[in-house]
């Protein structure tokens, strides 16, 4: 029997499943990493375990968001990520704790990668072993991988109620973005236009006034 979800969180993660391995609207160049894009989660039913953020030295402050990409890049000798996230919020205080979460001062968040995940193929379609696919190992990992964060992105998806109040009253902070879930859970999810533009404007890129070579996915 198929799985039918009762929860926004659980909604939003559905639809998330069909969104492409890059954030729509970004291509890989755009944050400014030599890797590549991934989607960290929400993983495929067959995924034992995904990436989650936590802080340096410590194993019970984590977090996983309802959708996050990581943008692998530097070298083997200096890997990086850079992430891209989406947390639905259903209320008012569940947006207050999401936000803390991602505060500016929280900023030395490490992306844990465990390593069933980097052993298993990009997706259906790319039989390629994640950890191949990053460009930063030599050989297959034997442990999980834990990768500094450099930059970080967030879209927050807040019920219409939620979003009114905040877009008319409130000021985000540069790594924060917000639309209604509506946006998300539409017929046209990743593929609608608006969505993919907002999206592109989460890349540092759109800071600068001009950078050769920028495109979007």
């Known amino acids: ?23 729509p609207g970004l291509a890989d160049h755009d944050m400014g990493a030599s890797g590549c894009w991934m989607r960290a989660r929400p993983g495929t039913v067959d995924d034992l375990d995904t990436p989650y ?13 309802d959708g996050l990409w990581l943008c692998f890049g530097g070298s083997e000798k200096d890997p990086f990520v850079d992430l891209f996230a989406i947390e639905a919020c ?11 979460r991602f ?21 259906v379609l790319n039989h390629m072993p994640r950890w191949r696919y990053t460009g930063l190992m030599g050989e297959a990992p034997r442990a999980a991988l834990a990768l500094p964060v450099r930059d970080i992105r967030v879209m927050y998806a807040l019920r219409p109620r939620q979003y009114d109040y905040f ?4 000021i985000p902070h540069a790594h924060e973005f917000f639309a209604p879930i509506s946006a998300l859970l539409g017929a046209d999810g990743w593929q609608h236009p608006h969505m993919r533009n907002f999206i592109a404007r989460t890349s540092p ?7 050769s070579g920028t495109s979007a996915a």
């Open 1 to 23: 029997m198929a799985f039918a979800p009762t929860t926004l969180d659980q909604l939003v993660r559905q639809k998330l499943r069909s969104w492409p391995q890059h954030p």
């Open 53 to 65: 953020l936590k802080m340096p030295g410590s194993n019970r402050l984590k977090t996983v968001p």
């Open 90 to 100: 259903g209320s008012f205080q569940n947006l207050l704790d999401k936000r803390s």
């Open 103 to 123: 505060a500016p001062s929280m900023h030395s968040w490490l992306a844990v990668c465990p390593l069933e995940w980097l052993l298993a193929p990009v997706s």
């Open 167 to 170: 877009a008319s009253s409130q």
């Open 205 to 211: 890129r759109a800071n600068f006034w001009g950078f």
